[in-house]
C-alpha cells in the first residue's frame, strides 16, 4: 500500500491563492498517475483533477477548469495542485491519489488523509 500525505490547506480569502502538494512513498511514482479529489461536508468526494505519468496530459472538473492547475515533480515523488481565484465553494478536504487519471473514485485504492482548505468571501 502507498502511502501518501498531502499538505499546504488552510484558510484563504476568495481570489486567494493555495498550492496543495501530496508526497507519495512509492519509488516507482514516476509510473502512476496522479489525481486530486474533494469532500465537502455532507458531500460526496468529488473528482478535481488528474495528471498523467509524465505530465503530458492533464484533466480537470469544469468547476475548477482554468482557476486549478495540477503538475507532478517525479524526482520529488509530489504531485501539486495551485488553486487561483479560490471561491467559497471550493472549501473542502482534499485528497491525493494514484493510479489512475478517473473522475472516479471507484478506480483509486490509496488515499492520503487529506488537507482542509477553507474559503471565506
Known amino acids: 500500500q502507498v502511502q501518501l500525505v498531502e499538505s499546504g490547506g488552510g484558510l484563504g480569502q476568495t481570489v486567494g491563492s493555495r498550492r496543495l502538494s501530496c508526497a507519495a512513498s512509492?519509488?516507482?511514482?514516476?509510473?502512476?498517475?496522479m489525481a486530486w479529489f474533494r469532500q465537502a461536508p455532507g458531500k460526496e468526494r468529488e473528482f478535481v483533477a488528474s495528471?498523467?505519468?509524465?505530465?503530458?496530459?492533464?484533466y480537470y472538473a469544469d468547476a475548477v477548469k482554468g482557476r486549478f492547475t495540477i503538475s507532478r515533480d517525479n524526482a520529488k515523488n509530489t504531485v501539486y495542485l495551485q488553486m487561483n481565484s479560490l471561491k467559497p465553494e471550493d472549501t473542502a478536504v482534499y485528497y491525493c491519489?494514484?493510479?489512475?487519471?478517473?473522475?472516479?473514485?471507484?478506480?483509486?485504492?490509496?488515499w492520503g488523509q487529506g488537507t482542509q482548505v477553507t474559503v471565506s468571501s
Open positions: 512509492t519509488r516507482t511514482f514516476s509510473s502512476y498517475a
Open positions: 491519489s494514484l493510479g489512475s487519471i478517473s473522475t472516479m473514485t471507484s478506480r483509486y485504492r490509496d
Open positions: 495528471i498523467t505519468w509524465n505530465g503530458d496530459s492533464r
